[in-house]
């Protein structure tokens, strides 16, 4: 499980395919191997529980929110990436190489592929009651 740059695209490359890879494990791999991350110059640890994103905690004036496809989830980090898949087991042609190189989405590719799907963690000030 693994990324090639910023943009954000998960890669999975497993010899089992029906392995189950989460959201959870992701983060957990990102943590073991950098710690943290910085967004606009300020550090922040690698985590995400459900309850904290990146070191800032849900509480009664904040919430946490996952969003797949524009949907909320209430998986958190128990989201299956690999039930998100768009390639064939077995396929091992561009998006779908088993070491992807380059650009994951040239506009051919993403003309015949679709982008995948969209996952978004949201950490937002809690709405007034």
């Known amino acids: 499980m693994h990324t090639h740059d910023a943009s954000g695209i998960i890669h999975i490359e497993a010899t089992d395919q029906n392995a189950a890879y989460t959201l959870g494990q992701f983060f957990a791999l990102w943590r073991a191997t950098h710690g943290t991350v ?3 110059g300020v550090s922040h640890p690698v985590s995400y529980t459900g309850d904290e994103l990146l070191g800032r905690r849900a509480d009664s ?3 946490i929110r996952l969003m797949v496809d524009g949907k909320q989830s209430n998986e958190g980090p128990r989201l299956v990436l ?3 898949d768009y390639c064939a087991a077995k396929d091992n042609t561009p998006p779908c190489s088993p070491t ?3 650009d994951p989405f040239p506009a051919s ?4 592929y679709g982008t995948g799907h969209t996952i978004v ?3 937002a000030t809690t709405p007034a009651q």
């Open 38 to 40: 910085t967004i606009n």
């Open 61 to 63: 004036t904040h919430t």
């Open 82 to 84: 690999t039930r998100l």
């Open 100 to 102: 992807a190189v380059g």
């Open 109 to 112: 590719i993403t003309r015949q």
């Open 121 to 123: 963690l949201e950490y």
